[in-house]
């Protein structure tokens, strides 16, 4: 989806500073406008590039956005999920945002430019199984809130993209760690969660397979950047309207009972559930 978004931006004509992870990563992204950066905002040190390079844009080009698409997925249930886990989900998925944002503020306050922070429908709705993915994107959000209301005063907006299922290897990644989770739980941890566990993977690849493609979801995060006036928040897909509307208007006990039933869905045949 990143890959997707700089691809997009170049072809409305933003020079793109794309950051990768490793320079094998930037070769298809070597084109017209854009320019890959390795980047790890993880790395204080990466990102004290990042910030030189933009301050010290040979051309004297303002920096108009900054769209903060890092992410890793993370699946598993709260009580069997380990704590160095959660840490790296958040230390990827809100930390290095805000750092990244951090050291980028000036220069965006400097062209009075703006901040699009790409969040998730899990960062509006959490279910069984998505507590450490869907805590790191509701940290996203309330961080989002209220770096949006602090920077109003400056002009620098502050903008929130929650997609929904996108046909990326990300989901597939996130569930690599899911037989080690497994194998290493106690009977009476598998008694409460063997079967969920053993639904994510095919649940996590239904919801992944609705979804739109990254270059769909590009369109709706550029128009996130281009807009003369943004909304606040921009959905992408019809599943993330229709769930994130739910998750406003439907009781607690209500939106549980329908998560489940569709985490149901996908359990062992034979499950009690």
């Given amino acids: 989806m990143g890959a997707a ?4 931006l170049a072809r409305r004509g933003f020079h793109v500073l ?4 490793r320079d094998s990563d930037g070769t298809a992204l070597r084109a017209a406008g854009i320019e890959p950066v390795i980047l790890d905002i993880t790395n204080a040190d990466h990102i004290a590039a990042l910030a030189a390079r933009v301050t010290g844009d040979p051309e004297g080009r303002p920096l108009r956005a900054l769209v903060n698409n890092a992410g890793i997925p993370g699946a598993g249930p709260v009580e069997v999920t380990p704590l160095d886990q959660w840490r790296r989900i958040f230390e990827v998925n809100l930390f290095g945002h805000v750092a990244t944002t951090q050291a980028l503020i000036p220069a965006l306050v400097r062209s009075r430019g703006r901040i699009v922070n790409i969040s998730s429908v899990n960062g509006k709705l959490s279910m069984a199984g998505y507590g450490p993915y869907a805590s790191s994107k509701h940290a996203m959000e309330a961080m989002s809130d209220a770096l949006r209301t602090e920077l109003a005063p400056t002009g620098v907006q502050v903008v929130v993209v929650e997609p929904g299922g996108v046909k990326t290897e990300m989901a597939g990644h996130g569930l690599a760690g899911l037989t080690g989770l497994a194998t290493g739980m106690t009977p009476e941890q598998n008694a409460r969660y063997g079967d969920l566990v053993q639904a994510l993977p095919s649940h996590v690849a239904a919801f992944t397979e609705a979804g739109v493609t990254a270059d769909v979801a590009a369109r709706t995060i550029a128009k996130a950047v281009t807009d003369r006036r943004p ?5 992408i897909g019809a599943t993330a ?13 209500l939106l549980d009972r329908m998560t489940i039933s569709d985490l149901r869905k996908h359990y062992p045949a034979g499950s009690r559930g």
Wanted: proline content about 4%; aromatic content about 8%.
């Fill in 5 to 8: 978004t700089a691809l997009e």
């Fill in 18 to 21: 794309a950051g990768v992870r």
């Fill in 231 to 235: 909304r606040t928040r921009y959905t």
């Fill in 241 to 253: 309207g229709f769930l994130i509307s739910a998750s406003r208007l439907l009781p607690d006990r």
